[in-house]
């Protein structure tokens, strides 16, 4: 009877050896678990150190529309160091916008403009469509020009003028060309008015200081 207890009693030695292995493997687990955890949360307050601020439109801004300091509001965002963005409130009061911008959109340069894309008090903006031979082909945005005004009973006359944007409306080479242009505020009328007439060619003048004079 001895014999046939002790017998008996082998299998469940082995089968609590046969387990401490797997718990053992749980604990580690759990550790790995834990480690991953902390990584995830170093990781993430590191993300917090590297916020930077970034102006947004506090609302719906239009076309042309001149900014104020209640136009912005300003945002933490991480990751922003490699986009055109502004974080300096005073780098976008009394800019003019040259495209809508949505509510909540970054304010970037391109959306404010360059210096040249701003108008004065004085400087009024006219938009002309034009044949490629009355444009010349090296000119470029922020180019000055003579805008040259024909029809009318007082013959040719010229207006200095600027331009401010350029764009080929087809790929063909005879495709016109809108043009908006910067002029004097008090010849506005007449530039526009001769471009509706198609009595507008622009001619290309060296680049001179003060703006439209």
Same mark, same amino acid.
């Given at each position: 009877m001895t014999a046939t207890v002790t017998d008996r009693a082998r299998? =469940?030695?082995s089968v609590r050896l046969e387990n401490r292995p797997r718990r053992w493997r749980w604990a580690l687990g759990a550790v790995a678990l834990m /480690? %991953? $955890?902390? /990584?995830?949360?170093? *990781? %993430?307050l590191g993300q917090l150190d590297q916020r930077m601020p970034v102006v947004v439109a506090a609302q719906d801004l239009p076309a042309g529309h001149v900014i104020t300091a209640a136009d912005l509001r300003v945002v933490d965002l991480a990751g922003a160091e490699a986009l055109p963005v502004i974080s300096d409130v005073t780098l976008a009061v009394g800019a @003019? @916008? =040259? *495209?809508?911008? @949505? #509510?909540g959109a970054f304010l970037s340069e391109s959306v404010l403009g360059s210096d040249g894309e701003q108008l004065s008090a004085s400087e009024a903006a006219v938009g @002309?469509? *034009? +044949?490629?031979a009355r444009v010349p082909s090296s000119l470029r945005a922020g180019g000055q020009v003579s805008?040259? *005004?024909t029809g009318g009973d %007082? $013959?040719? +006359?010229a207006v200095p003028a600027r331009v401010q944007d350029l764009t080929p409306l087809?790929?063909?080479? $005879?495709? #016109?060309?809108r043009v908006e242009l910067v002029v004097e505020a008090s010849q506005a009328a007449r530039v526009a008015r001769a471009a509706a007439e198609d009595g507008v060619s622009l001619v290309q003048v060296p680049h001179q200081d003060g703006g439209t004079s």
């Open positions: 299998p =469940t030695t /480690a %991953a $955890g902390a /990584a995830a949360v170093v *990781l %993430a @003019t @916008t =040259t *495209l809508p911008v @949505t #509510e @002309t469509v *034009l +044949s490629p805008v040259v *005004l %007082a $013959g040719a +006359s087809g790929d063909d080479p $005879g495709a #016109e060309v």
